[in-house]
């Protein structure tokens, strides 16, 4: 078919950058076999002070109208024997090319003061990306950690494009305060957000493996003020304090932790999170139903605790545990539930893989072990992507920024 949407990645750990260069884009040339559109690379910070030579060297090997990409602490690809396989605190090189035979493709590079105010309309965001929303475009975001305005940038455009994925994540480097490598069409950008909206004949779908599982049961925020959480309600049902009346959060999160197994007591001393649902109306919540964020800290004093995102009354929370196998048993579930409900998901074209610095081999204690799951159960998917400093995706319908999670952009004909 000669509109069928044609996708190849290839990874290199040469040490060298020319050769890594060359050999990237010769393999995913032959694997492709078709004209570009659009090139995607991930670049790992062990060449940071090389980032000025990166799109210099591909613009004498490639000829593809666009590409976008970042370094990161790690990179994710197709190494020559076709196995996936993610780079972490060494050289890599991951590239991917993409024929897309019907499909606008616009990149941009986005300054934070070039975004408009919150409260602006619609069309100030569409004019700033320059893709009308009846266009229905899908977006992939890479963004400078301190300079992008990124949680403003995800906002707008989730009020200009609402229907519309967005999937991306946070440049990362071997060192806080690094100096981050953003690129677009051929060129080296040291803050903002770099960036392409696809329109057309394509169709982006997405998981977002937060790696949490829920501990107790839901609570309705009675008094909370910003991102602390003063009063919940327990519904009558919960194991401990049911009683249907406020209650204080530290009191309902000590007697929890009392009614845990000596394990999960020990897990949640240091990987304690709190989930927020995003749908208000749906009764019976369950697992991807909520938003994980950071337990910050409490107050002894008023029993309060404070949370990273902000917080109203009438919003449920539930308190979270995140540790390597729940992390395994989350992605698997996700994945099992997105072949059970996508007929063509083997079909996919390629994907795109986000994942947080604090997941890989730190988490899991042995190499490649998210990538390959998601190989495991979507076989012969062409993957590239990067470790970040923070991942972006959708959570019931609505786009954020999130850590620990790996953030799957998958891409397919409509």
């Given at each position: 078919?000669?509109?069928?949407?044609?996708?190849?990645?290839?990874?290199?750990?040469?040490?060298?950058?020319?050769?890594?260069?060359?050999?990237?884009?010769?393999?995913?040339?032959?694997?492709?076999?078709?004209s570009?559109?659009?090139?995607?690379?991930f670049?790992?910070?062990?060449f940071?002070?090389?980032?000025?030579r990166l799109?210099?060297?591909?613009?004498?090997?490639l000829?593809?109208?666009?590409?976008?990409?970042?370094?990161?602490?790690?990179?994710?690809?197709?190494?020559?024997?076709g196995?996936?396989?993610?780079?972490?605190?060494?050289?890599?090189l991951s590239?991917?090319?993409?024929?897309?035979?019907?499909?606008?493709?616009?990149?941009?590079?986005?300054?934070?003061?070039?975004?408009?105010?919150?409260?602006?309309?619609?069309?100030?965001?569409?004019?700033?990306?320059?893709?009308?929303?009846?266009?229905?475009?899908?977006?992939?975001?890479?963004?400078?950690?301190?300079?992008?305005?990124i949680?403003?940038?995800?906002?707008?455009?989730?009020?200009?494009y609402?229907?519309?994925?967005?999937?991306?994540?946070?440049?990362?480097?071997?060192?806080?305060?690094?100096?981050?490598?953003?690129?677009?069409?051929?060129?080296?950008?040291?803050?903002?957000?770099?960036?392409?909206?696809?329109?057309?004949n394509?169709?982006?779908?997405?998981?977002?493996?937060q790696?949490?599982r829920?501990?107790?049961?839901?609570?309705?925020?009675?008094a909370?003020?910003?991102?602390?959480?003063?009063?919940?309600?327990?519904?009558?049902?919960a194991?401990?304090?049911?009683?249907?009346?406020?209650?204080?959060?530290?009191d309902?999160?000590?007697?929890?932790?009392?009614?845990l197994?000596?394990?999960?007591?020990?897990?949640?001393?240091?990987?304690?999170?709190?989930?927020?649902?995003?749908?208000e109306?749906?009764?019976?919540l369950e697992?991807?139903?909520?938003?994980?964020?950071?337990?910050?800290g409490?107050?002894?004093?008023?029993?309060?605790?404070?949370?990273?995102?902000?917080?109203?009354?009438?919003?449920?929370?539930?308190?979270?545990?995140?540790?390597?196998?729940?992390?395994?048993?989350?992605?698997?579930?996700?994945?099992?539930?997105?072949?059970?409900?996508?007929?063509d998901?083997?079909?996919?074209?390629?994907?795109?893989?986000?994942?947080?610095?604090?997941?890989?081999?730190?988490?899991?204690?042995?190499?490649?072990?998210?990538?390959?799951?998601?190989?495991?159960?979507?076989?012969?998917?062409?993957?590239?992507?990067?470790f970040?400093?923070?991942?972006i995706?959708?959570?019931a319908?609505?786009?954020?920024?999130?850590?620990?999670?790996?953030?799957?952009?998958?891409?397919r004909?409509?």
């Amino acid at each position: 078919m000669t509109n069928q949407i044609k996708w190849a990645n290839a990874l290199s750990t040469r040490p060298s950058l020319e050769a890594a260069v060359e050999e990237v884009a010769e393999r995913a040339n032959q694997l492709l076999q078709a004209s570009a559109d659009l090139a995607v690379v991930f670049i790992s910070s062990a060449f940071a002070s090389e980032y000025t030579r990166l799109m210099p060297l591909f613009r004498e090997v490639l000829s593809v109208p666009a590409i976008i990409g970042c370094g990161g602490g790690g990179v994710i690809g197709v190494n020559r024997q076709g196995e996936v396989q993610e780079i972490e605190g060494e050289p890599g090189l991951s590239l991917s090319l993409m024929s897309l035979p019907g499909v606008n493709v616009r990149t941009f590079h986005v300054l934070p003061e070039s975004l408009p105010d919150l409260d602006s309309s619609p069309d100030t965001w569409v004019d700033l990306i320059g893709v009308l929303p009846q266009a229905e475009p899908q977006f992939v975001l890479l963004a400078d950690p301190f300079t992008s305005g990124i949680n403003d940038l995800i906002q707008g455009l989730d009020f200009a494009y609402p229907g519309s994925i967005k999937v991306g994540g946070l440049a990362s480097g071997s060192a806080v305060g690094g100096s981050s490598g953003l690129f677009c069409n051929y060129r080296l950008y040291r803050e903002g957000t770099v960036g392409v909206a696809l329109s057309g004949n394509l169709v982006l779908e997405t998981i977002v493996a937060q790696g949490c599982r829920p501990i107790g049961e839901p609570y309705t925020v009675i008094a909370g003020e910003r991102n602390v959480v003063m009063e919940l309600e327990v519904p009558v049902t919960a194991q401990v304090g049911g009683s249907g009346k406020p209650r204080k959060p530290l009191d309902v999160l000590r007697d929890l932790i009392q009614t845990l197994n000596e394990e999960d007591r020990m897990l949640a001393q240091n990987s304690l999170f709190v989930g927020v649902a995003r749908d208000e109306f749906k009764q019976d919540l369950e697992h991807g139903d909520f938003l994980i964020r950071n337990l910050l800290g409490v107050d002894p004093r008023v029993g309060a605790i404070a949370i990273g995102d902000r917080v109203r009354p009438g919003q449920r929370i539930q308190f979270h545990l995140r540790d390597a196998h729940t992390s395994a048993d989350d992605l698997e579930m996700l994945l099992q539930r997105y072949q059970q409900q996508t007929p063509d998901s083997n079909k996919g074209a390629g994907a795109l893989m986000f994942s947080c610095l604090g997941r890989g081999e730190g988490l899991y204690g042995s190499p490649n072990f998210d990538s390959r799951m998601f190989r495991r159960y979507l076989k012969n998917v062409p993957i590239g992507g990067f470790f970040c400093n923070g991942e972006i995706g959708p959570v019931a319908g609505n786009t954020f920024l999130h850590g620990y999670t790996s953030v799957f952009g998958i891409c397919r004909q409509p």
